[in-house]
C-alpha cells in the first residue's frame, strides 16, 4: 500500500482558497487517490476521487501531476465549516484497501 | 445516495460483556465493508475487511477472536467485540463499497465504545 505524507495542520481564514497537497511517491499504477473530511466523532465524508489531471466538483477541485507521485486537494473560498480533518488515502478503487495517513486539520479562521 | 448507517452511535458497557455494532449500506450493495478503529486525536486505523459470504480479511496485530466479524448479507456487517476491556474503549467506523457506490468507500457515522 502506498504511504501518505500530509502537512500536519494548516491555518487559513474565510473566504480564502486552501491547497492541500499530500505526496505518494509509491503510488501504483492502478491506485486511485481518494480525499475524506473528518469532523469529531463523525465518519470520513467523502470529497473528491481522481486517477491522473484534474477532478472538480461542486465542493473541491483536486489536481494530479504527470507522474501522479503528488496530489492537491483544493478547497475554495473556504468556510468556518470547513475546519476539519483532511486525509488522502491511496489505493484501488472501490473494494480496494487503502490505509489512512495522518491528515490535515485545516483549522479556518474568521 | 451511497448512505452508511451504523447502530448504536454510542454504547457503555461492563468489562467482559460483548458488544455487537451493526453497519448497513442503505441504498447500495455492499460487497465489501471495512472496519476501523480511532482511537483521540489519531488517524483511523484498519481493522479488517470483509467480503459478502466470505470470512473477514483481519489486519495484522488485530484479534480475529476478539473481533468477530460478520458480512452475512450485501446490506449488514456486524463487528462484535467479545469480553471488552477498558482499552477497547474507541471510536469504531464501518465504511461500504459495491454496487451502485463501487468507486469508493462510504463511511457510517462510527460508533464511540466505553468500557467501564
Known amino acids: 500500500l502506498a504511504k501518505t505524507t500530509q502537512p500536519i495542520s494548516m491555518d487559513s481564514y474565510e473566504g480564502q482558497e486552501v491547497n492541500i497537497t499530500c505526496s505518494h511517491n509509491?503510488?501504483?499504477?492502478?491506485?486511485?487517490i481518494t480525499w475524506y473530511q473528518q469532523f469529531p466523532s463523525q465518519g470520513p465524508r467523502f470529497i473528491i476521487q481522481?486517477?491522473?489531471t484534474k477532478v472538480t466538483n461542486e465542493v473541491a477541485s483536486l489536481f494530479i501531476p504527470a507522474d501522479r507521485k503528488s496530489s492537491t486537494l483544493s478547497l475554495p473560498r473556504v468556510s468556518l465549516s470547513d475546519t476539519a480533518v483532511y486525509y488522502c488515502?491511496?489505493?484501488?478503487?472501490?473494494?480496494?484497501?487503502?490505509?489512512f495517513g495522518d491528515g490535515t486539520t485545516l483549522t479556518v479562521k474568521p | 445516495g451511497a448512505v452508511v448507517s451504523q447502530h448504536p452511535s454510542w454504547v457503555i458497557c461492563k468489562s467482559g460483556t460483548s458488544v455487537k455494532i451493526e453497519c448497513r449500506s442503505l441504498?447500495?450493495?455492499?460487497?465489501?465493508m471495512f472496519w476501523y478503529r480511532q482511537f483521540p486525536k489519531q488517524s483511523l486505523m484498519l481493522m479488517a475487511t470483509?467480503?459478502?459470504?466470505?470470512?473477514?480479511?483481519?489486519e495484522q496485530g488485530v484479534e480475529k477472536d476478539k473481533f468477530l466479524i460478520n458480512h452475512a448479507s450485501l446490506t449488514l456487517s456486524t463487528l462484535t467485540v467479545t469480553s471488552a476491556h477498558p482499552e477497547d474503549s474507541s471510536f469504531y467506523i464501518c465504511?461500504?463499497?459495491?454496487?451502485?457506490?463501487?468507486?469508493?468507500?462510504?463511511f457510517g457515522p462510527g460508533t464511540r465504545l466505553l468500557v467501564l
Open positions: 465504511s461500504a463499497s459495491g454496487g451502485e457506490a463501487q468507486e469508493t468507500q462510504y
Open positions: 509509491n503510488i501504483a499504477t492502478n491506485d486511485y
Open positions: 481522481g486517477y491522473k
Open positions: 488515502l491511496v489505493g484501488a478503487k472501490g473494494a480496494g484497501k487503502s490505509t
Open positions: 441504498d447500495f450493495q455492499a460487497t465489501t
Open positions: 470483509s467480503n459478502e459470504g466470505s470470512k473477514a480479511t483481519y
